[in-house]
């Protein structure tokens, strides 16, 4: 590899030579800290020598023989069509530009003879480049309309770029600069001085390498210290396979897809879980892409995707299953944040029980501009929470084992039809459950295996969201709306947001009395199982179910109506007078709904049969 160094100040770096951004670095996405550690670094050394030299008129000749120089760091170039590219050092040097333009703009208005001094700094922002055409040294054309309101002291704006990332850093980073500047240099002495120091005294190093060994040079580069993730050295890798003459479409394909996902710097979760859901069978095979993807990706052993020096399967890659899966997890990120879709089992999933594991299934079973798309969406997700809850009501859940189940369901999802999606999952579930438990069901869920679980088996966060679906359900029911949201119903914290879980039967006489042994004597050990079963649990509101705690049964009953969560006010025998919302449900439902004016262990036992069946509709098994 032939490398050619060149040392330069500022004032050489922008004087002849128009710097084209290259595919590998086309987005700005320097923030303040970057911004700022550049100034300090450079404004140590300059405060250092201003300090001593302060009496010395500001000049080039003053600062040349007075002043130390401040080494800004490495760029990197590569000359391809008479053109020069920056491979690397493209926030460093539109950072430049953007002080050049802040000093341009105080110099003005700073004095009134700084005429020259302007001029000079302008020379260093536009120029006459190639074919006598005037424009930024730092030439990107969908930025000069940004850049030159910039220059002329005109009001910018993000959409002056569709690349939005860019077009708010160099915003905000601009604003910084001019506030910044105009603190440090408030002077007109120490402003003419730093003018001089910073075009004559910064001095950059150009390393010009070969074309057909940018890849391997951008695979290697920090910047300012910070590791490249994978995806912006994937981007080098697959771009650099592609003709720079038609690069350009295929970089804008690039930028528009994964737009979103930078702003939310969710780019290599997108990557990995494309990667695991099309190419692994296993969570063992899924595991190979935790680290740097992207050299799986390129391993002569593996080539996954089949892209290596093949410029059309590059092109074909981008144009297809890239531009159409990053819009497919993009949808599904926004799908599992919104609570009032109707892909409701997205957000379930997602915020509710914190789980992603829905949208690798979903990128598995999706082809490319998929007709299907929003049903197999729909039935994924419904499924998935389906397998988690299942698996947990059978007490067979494990985390671990969940993900591996998750990857033995990608071959048979990859060509199945929309209409088998359900099915083929909870067959999955059913032979999963078997296993752990030893058994041969035969159904996903039944009611011997169900009264036996309960408050003791589950932490609160499965338990307030098994309670919530079922308070949901009702609510739907009604045709009434839930009283609070389900974000509260299940995580909520605090005093006014956290829902706890009550108990029925309190840990009082009148409680205990309902379970004596042959003695007469209370079988607490029964006590404690029985009052822990679903049929005996309750969602509260946090103070209310304080209240309730230890309360005779015949107290508890007001604490169960007016605003209380409507299951539990089923309980309640005011509930049903009058209530004709709640005769229509019953009588469409056909669920033995009944009040309670005493609650006993018969009741606890209708209770438990009343929410196996609620459960069975819920989650549709």
Not at 206 to 215: C, F, H, R, S, Y
Not at 380 to 396: E, S, T, W
Not at 561 to 586: C, E, R, W
């Amino acid at each position: 590899m032939e490398v050619s160094p060149y040392r330069q100040n500022i004032n050489e770096l922008f004087s002849t030579r128009t710097y084209h951004i290259d595919f590998y670095q086309r987005e700005y996405k320097w923030t303040a800290d970057e911004v700022k550690r550049l100034l300090e670094d450079i404004f140590y050394h300059f405060d250092q020598s201003y300090a001593k030299h302060c009496d010395l008129d500001p000049s080039e000749e003053n600062v040349r023989d007075k002043y130390s120089w401040y080494y800004l760091n490495t760029y990197i170039t590569n000359k391809t069509d008479g053109r020069i590219f920056v491979v690397d050092g493209q926030q460093r040097l539109t950072t430049l530009t953007l002080i050049l333009i802040a000093l341009y703009h105080l110099c003005g208005a700073n004095a009134q003879n700084s005429l020259e001094l302007q001029d000079w700094l302008k020379a260093k922002i536009v120029g006459i480049g190639v074919g006598g055409k005037r424009q930024f040294w730092m030439a990107h054309d969908k930025r000069d309309t940004l850049m030159q309101a910039l220059l002329t002291g005109n009001t910018p704006s993000i959409n002056m770029i569709d690349d939005g990332i860019t077009a708010r850093h160099i915003i905000e980073n601009y604003a910084l600069l001019q506030k910044e500047l105009s603190t440090r240099l408030p002077s007109r002495h120490k402003l003419d001085t730093f003018i001089y120091y910073f075009l004559g005294m910064v001095v950059i190093i150009n390393l010009e390498v070969a074309q057909t060994d940018v890849p391997m040079v951008f695979e290697v580069i920090n910047d300012r210290g910070v590791r490249l993730q994978s995806y912006e050295i994937l981007k080098g890798k697959l771009l650099g396979e592609i003709d720079k003459a038609e690069v350009d479409q295929f970089a804008d394909i690039w930028d528009k897809s994964l737009q979103e996902l930078e702003v939310e710097e969710d780019v290599d979760n997108f990557f990995r879980t494309y990667l695991r859901a099309h190419f692994s069978d296993t969570r063992k095979q899924g595991q190979i892409f935790d680290g740097p993807y992207h050299r799986e990706i390129f391993d002569p052993a593996n080539n996954t995707l089949n892209l290596k020096r093949s410029p059309h399967d590059v092109k074909t890659f981008l144009k297809g299953p890239f531009r159409y899966y990053t819009k497919l997890y993009y949808k599904l990120r926004i799908l599992g944040d919104n609570e009032n879709s109707s892909f409701s089992e997205c957000y379930y999933n997602s915020q509710l029980n914190r789980m992603d594991g829905h949208i690798m299934l979903t990128l598995a079973v999706c082809a490319v501009d998929d007709p299907d798309e929003d049903a197999k969406i729909l039935a994924i997700a419904r499924a998935f929470d389906r397998a988690y809850v299942m698996l947990q009501l059978n007490r067979a859940y494990d985390s671990n084992q969940f993900q591996e189940l998750l990857y033995t369901l990608h071959p048979m999802l990859r060509t199945c039809p929309t209409d088998e999606i359900e099915t083929r999952i909870d067959s999955q579930v059913l032979a999963e459950i078997n296993t752990r438990r030893n058994t041969n069901a035969q159904e996903l869920l039944s009611y011997g295996q169900f009264k036996q679980v309960g408050y003791g088996d589950y932490n609160s966060r499965f338990l307030r969201y098994f309670l919530t679906r079922i308070e949901n359900f009702l609510s739907d029911g009604l045709l009434w709306k839930l009283k609070d949201t389900m974000y509260n119903y299940v995580c909520g914290t605090g005093r006014s947001n956290a829902y706890h879980i009550e108990h029925i039967l309190a840990r009082n006489d009148e409680s205990r009395g309902l379970f004596l042994d042959a003695s007469g004597e209370v079988d607490e050990a029964l006590f404690e199982n029985e009052r822990n079963r679903f049929g005996g649990l309750l969602l509260l509101k946090g103070q209310d179910n304080s209240s309730s705690s230890n309360e005779l049964y015949k107290d508890k009953l007001r604490t169960y109506t007016g605003s209380a969560p409507h299951f539990a006010q089923t309980l309640v025998p005011d509930f049903y007078k009058a209530n004709s919302a709640m005769s229509n449900f019953i009588e469409t439902s056909e669920l033995q709904f009944t009040p309670a004016h005493q609650f006993t262990r018969d009741t606890l036992e209708s209770r438990s049969e009343l929410l196996f069946s609620m459960t069975k509709k819920v989650w549709n098994v």
